[in-house]
């Protein structure tokens, strides 16, 4: 099974609207990252969270971390087009280590 | 500014082949991390560089992949006698330090096809 798991794996969402995607870890997680994917562009790097309880945003993504639930969420306000792309939990189950742990993505369909 | 970068983009090859990967990193970035993502499934870890050692190579999926760093700059992954199981996109990528704290930076990756 899968360390990091992500849901939903794909989602297909009306411009404008609200969405959130989450991830969740088997284990303790001492760092988690969100990633965002595009065809050709590598992966492009979003925001990381490292404490329970934090949330970060990003012009319209915002991200927390539940420790307590070893899950962390990304939601994207009024969505556009431009949001579409696959998206990407990474992270650290190994305190101060380089080997990040991804989950499997989740391909985000925005229609105009 | 430079970001990372990989080459080639595409590469097709026959069952057998060798194939050399390559990967350009930020600029004074010091470590420099591997990792493959097959069709539909996450990034799998493969190797890690800090300067030009490579402290864990576990990650490896066998003893047909090697990589070498030069210096704090250019790494190649090489793929022997390929596989069709070897079809996959190569990401690499860099940061400043050796730390899971920073950010790494990734490459646009390689899309290595093994007929």
């Known amino acids: 099974s899968q360390e990091l798991e992500q849901s939903p794996q794909s989602l297909i969402v009306q411009e404008g609207k609200n969405l959130t995607i989450n991830c969740t870890s088997s284990?303790?997680?001492?760092?988690l990252y969100w990633y965002k994917q595009k065809y050709g562009e590598g992966l492009i790097f979003l925001m990381m969270?490292?404490?329970?309880?934090e949330e970060k945003s990003h012009e319209k993504i915002t991200a927390k971390l539940d420790e307590k639930k070893q899950q962390s969420s990304l939601h994207i306000t009024a969505s556009q087009p431009s949001h579409a792309g696959i998206y990407l939990c990474g992270a650290d189950h190994t305190s101060g280590t380089y080997k990040y742990i991804f989950g499997t993505g989740t391909r985000l369909k925005v229609l105009a | 500014g430079a970001g990372v970068s990989q080459s080639p983009s595409n590469k097709v090859t026959e069952k057998g082949k060798d194939v050399e990967l390559r990967c350009d990193p930020i600029?004074?970035?010091?470590?420099l991390y591997w990792y493959r993502q097959r069709l539909g499934q996450g990034l799998e870890f493969l190797i890690y560089f800090q300067g030009n050692s490579a402290p864990d190579k576990s990650g490896l999926p066998s003893d047909r992949f090697s990589a070498e760093r030069t210096g704090e700059s250019v790494s190649t992954l090489t793929i022997q006698r390929t596989q069709q199981e070897d079809s996959a996109v190569y990401l690499c990528?860099?940061?400043?330090?050796?730390?899971?704290?920073?950010?790494?930076?990734f490459g646009p990756g390689t899309r290595l096809t093994v007929l």
């Open positions: 284990k303790t997680l001492y760092g």
């Open positions: 600029s004074g970035h010091t470590a």
């Open positions: 969270l490292q404490k329970g309880g």
């Open positions: 990528a860099s940061s400043l330090v050796r730390s899971s704290y920073n950010e790494q930076f």
